[in-house]
């Protein structure tokens, strides 16, 4: 049961964070993160989000400027002066807006936030959670050498966490993989390939057999189900989709066609906790697993992200990992934290159970918007 929620008043912040490190993909190199936080409140409570759109839209087709057109002008209007009976209600309400699911998650999972501080219950108690902490891993980037690939995989085994994901591209790919089963053994070990790759490549693909990676993550185009079926009969590894993925039906049908084993989930892509679940729900259904991506975020983001981790069909470790591997300092404050056996522990407050530190917040804040019912 939820008390149900009206949103008096939205707010929009542009934020920008500079990396610890650089963070490479097929897409290309980055040095700071920004992101458009979102605050929803209304009679007492409040509720935040984070939208993980980016500047340019090679991950996605979403940047933080069309997140921030589609929620003031056309999402917003849709929840000010409204009440929620329950936060599931939310996504629903924004069916006449086609796509633009990380502006439709950043405004839903702060309704999400909003429902459990005002029922004064863990945000994983809402969701359905039934972990007290989750297993992490680690996404690392491409690097500028090989020596400095295997240099932070030793740094980030020695940190404890639970699996080794590399992204990997034309030019960076056996190569990787070779040196780091070579030096580092029998690891739980995956690839990401952020769509890089064709069917034409299927050879090359099938080559990564041989070095028994847990799975390797959208190696072709986004919309490409069908070459990823033709693939994942051709190979041994497990093929796991990530950009593909943006409704529950597209995880029907892929599973249908066996385009892959395992799913990525991340809220932002399939348009908030809601969908989220559902996605969830029918991989478990299918005997999929699931794991919990990342986007770079906050320590904002990243603590809804523990939340929806406490799922029980997150059977596999996710990518997330501390705080400290992005943002020192983080937004919020203590940062997020890995134990030396590789877990997070699930958030006990309130929401997302995170203390915001406002004035790093402000400080961070290039942009603002408000609005109210
Ligand atoms: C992935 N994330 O699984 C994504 C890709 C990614 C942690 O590997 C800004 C916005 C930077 C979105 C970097 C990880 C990003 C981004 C990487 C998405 O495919
Ligand atoms: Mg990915």
Redesign the pocket.
């Known amino acids: 049961m939820t008390v149900p929620v009206r949103i008096e008043r939205l707010r929009l912040r542009l934020v920008r964070l500079p990396l610890v490190a650089f963070?490479e993909?097929s897409f290309g190199r980055?040095y700071d993160?920004t992101f458009i936080l979102v605050q929803v409140d209304g009679d007492g409570a409040e509720g935040l989000g984070e939208c993980?759109?980016?500047v340019d839209p090679y991950?996605?087709p979403e940047t933080n400027v069309t997140a921030w057109h589609v929620m003031k002008d056309f999402l917003a209007p849709l929840v000010l002066g409204r009440s929620f009976a329950h936060p599931r209600d939310v996504f629903p309400a924004f069916a006449r807006v086609r796509g633009h699911n990380m502006a439709k998650a950043a405004i839903e999972m702060a309704v999400w936030d909003f429902a459990a501080r005002a029922e004064n219950a863990p945000l994983s108690r809402l969701l359905g959670g039934t972990r007290r902490e989750i297993a992490s891993g680690v996404?690392i980037?491409i690097q500028n050498s090989l020596d400095e690939l295997a240099r932070k995989v030793e740094q980030e085994l020695a940190a404890g966490y639970r699996r080794i994901?590399i992204?990997i591209k034309p030019g960076w790919d056996l190569r990787a993989v070779e040196t780091v089963r070579s030096r580092f053994g029998a690891i739980p070990l995956m690839v990401?390939a952020?769509a890089a790759y064709s069917l034409a490549r299927a050879d090359l693909l099938a080559s990564l057999d041989g070095f028994d990676l847990m799975m390797i993550?959208?190696p072709l185009e986004y919309e490409d189900i069908r070459d990823h079926a033709i693939l994942q009969r051709k190979i041994r590894t497990a093929i796991c989709l990530?950009?593909s993925i943006h409704t529950p039906r597209l995880a029907e049908e892929a599973i249908a066609l066996g385009a892959c084993r395992i799913i990525?989930i991340?809220p932002g892509r399939l348009g908030g906790f809601d969908q989220s679940i559902r996605v969830h729900d029918v991989c478990a259904s299918h005997g999929v697993p699931v794991w919990h991506?990342?986007?770079?975020e906050s320590g904002i983001g990243r603590a809804h992200n523990i939340h929806l981790a406490s799922l029980p069909n997150f059977t596999l470790p996710g990518?997330i990992a501390a705080s400290r591997r992005y943002f020192v300092p983080d937004l919020i404050e203590p940062a997020i934290a890995v134990s030396p056996t590789g877990t997070i522990p699930v958030p006990e407050g309130p929401g997302i159970g995170v203390h915001v530190d406002w004035a790093r917040v402000d400080a961070a804040t290039v942009e603002r918007y408000e609005m109210r019912a």
């Open positions: 963070f993909t980055i993160r993980v759109a980016d991950y996605s996404s980037g994901k992204k990401d952020n993550e959208q990530d950009e990525n991340k991506g990342g986007m770079l990518d």
